[in-house]
């Protein structure tokens, strides 16, 4: 695939259809199973209170996948993303609820690179917290 975003196309400010991806604990349970990290925070209650969490929490990996969807949906290309990288800054909540929660995301064209790149920054928000600090990706477009 290639990128269907053409790189003249884009200025710095740019700004990506900002999107919200909803989280339940259901979410949480299917992707330890795919990854592997069945730390009982993501899924346990009891435990993850008794650890001085408010609740369970969503997977790091997690909230990061689902927030570069953003850029991928806007590239058309998963492959576009050269780097991506982040900081945890606070949890994403998951209460047993028929709701879960929200990932709230928007991002922009920050600069624009050599070699046909942008970096692209990402506002990664649970409620009224930021959950991803430092959230900048390098997508290659044609």
Known sequence: ????????????????????FPVTRAALVQYAGASGDFNPIHWNE???REVGLPDV???????????IRVVTDWTGDPG??????VRFTKPVV???DDKGALIDVSAKVAALLDDRRVRVDLT?????????????????LG
């Open 57 to 67: 929490i969503a997977h790091g990996m997690f909230t990061m996948a689902e927030a």
């Open 124 to 140: 990664v928000m649970s409620g009224d917290k930021k959950v991803l600090g430092m959230s900048r990706a390098v997508v290659q």
């Open 94 to 96: 998951v209460p047993n």
């Open 1 to 20: 695939m290639t990128a269907k975003v053409s790189y003249d196309s884009v200025e710095i400010g740019t700004e990506l259809p900002a999107q919200s």
């Open 80 to 85: 576009s993303v050269v780097e991506y990288g």
């Open 46 to 48: 009891k435990f993850a």
